[in-house]
C-alpha cells in the first residue's frame, strides 16, 4: 500500500497531516463510462446495449437509469443490473406506446471481486427509443376480412375445376355444392371473432374437398 499525506504552510509554519496511512490504489478506482450505448425497440421490449474493454467485461456491473424524453433525469427510473454482460432488455409493459425515451447507463467494478473495488463512473452517453405500436384490432379483423373475400372466388374456382376435370356424377355434384354454399354461408354471415372462426371455415371447406377426392378414387 501507499502513505497519502497532506503538506500544508500556516502562520509561517510547516505541517503534514498522513490523510490514508495504507493507501491501496486497487480499492479506489473511477472507471471511465461506457461507451457507444445503442437502443432497439419493439413491440414486446427495448434492447439496450454497450461496450467496455474486453479486459474489463466480467468483473464489472452495471446500472441503467432511463426516463422519458421531456422529464427531468431526477425523477428517472434507475435499474442495478444483475448481470455483467454489457447489455440489458426493458419489457414492454414497463412502456408507454408512442413516448419517447431516453437511456444512459454506468458501471462500477461488481461487489463480488475481491481485488478490486470502485465507485460509479460518470453516466454514459444517451440513447433515444420508442416503444414499437402494437396492431389495433381493427386492423387484425380487416386483414382476415380481405382473406375472406378471396376465399369465396377461389373456392368457386376449385369448384368449377371438380366440375370440369373430374367426372362427377349428380350426387356428388350436389355434395360439393353443399360444402361450398355453406362454406360462404358461413364466412359471409359471421358477427364474432372473424379472426377465429374463419380459420375453422377454411380448414372445414379444404376438409371437405379432400374428401370428395378420395370419393373419386
Given amino acids: 500500500g501507499y502513505r497519502?499525506?497532506?503538506?500544508?504552510?500556516?502562520?509561517?509554519?510547516?505541517?503534514?497531516?498522513?490523510?490514508?496511512?495504507?493507501?491501496?490504489?486497487?480499492?479506489?478506482?473511477?472507471?471511465?463510462?461506457?461507451?457507444?450505448?445503442?437502443?432497439?425497440?419493439?413491440?414486446?421490449?427495448?434492447?439496450?446495449?454497450?461496450?467496455?474493454?474486453?479486459?474489463?467485461?466480467?468483473?464489472?456491473?452495471?446500472?441503467?437509469?432511463?426516463?422519458?424524453?421531456?422529464?427531468?433525469?431526477?425523477?428517472?427510473?434507475?435499474?442495478?443490473?444483475?448481470s455483467s454482460l454489457p447489455q440489458t432488455e426493458i419489457e414492454a409493459t414497463e412502456l408507454r406506446s408512442g413516448i419517447t425515451y431516453i437511456a444512459r447507463v454506468r458501471c462500477k467494478v461488481s461487489e463480488n471481486e475481491d481485488s478490486y473495488h470502485s465507485q460509479w463512473s460518470e453516466w454514459s452517453q444517451t440513447t433515444v427509443f420508442q416503444r414499437a405500436g402494437v396492431p389495433k384490432l381493427s386492423e387484425k379483423i380487416l386483414n382476415t376480412r380481405t382473406m375472406q373475400f378471396l376465399f369465396i372466388p377461389l373456392s368457386f374456382v376449385t369448384l368449377l375445376y371438380l366440375f370440369w376435370n373430374c367426372k362427377l356424377s349428380s350426387r356428388y355434384r350436389k355434395l360439393v355444392c353443399f360444402f361450398y354454399f355453406k362454406c360462404c354461408f358461413l364466412t359471409s354471415g359471421q358477427k364474432a371473432s372473424p379472426a377465429l372462426t374463419f380459420p375453422r371455415q377454411l380448414l372445414s371447406f379444404i376438409h371437405s374437398i379432400i374428401c370428395t377426392m378420395g370419393i373419386l378414387r
Fill in 4 to 82: 497519502v499525506s497532506l503538506q500544508g504552510n500556516f502562520f509561517g509554519r510547516n505541517h503534514t497531516y498522513i490523510t490514508f496511512p495504507e493507501y491501496n490504489p486497487r480499492e479506489h478506482i473511477k472507471l471511465d463510462p461506457p461507451l457507444n450505448i445503442q437502443s432497439n425497440a419493439t413491440a414486446s421490449k427495448c434492447q439496450i446495449w454497450w461496450s467496455v474493454p474486453w479486459y474489463l467485461a466480467e468483473i464489472l456491473q452495471y446500472e441503467l437509469q432511463y426516463k422519458e424524453y421531456s422529464m427531468s433525469w431526477e425523477i428517472a427510473l434507475n435499474k442495478t443490473l444483475s
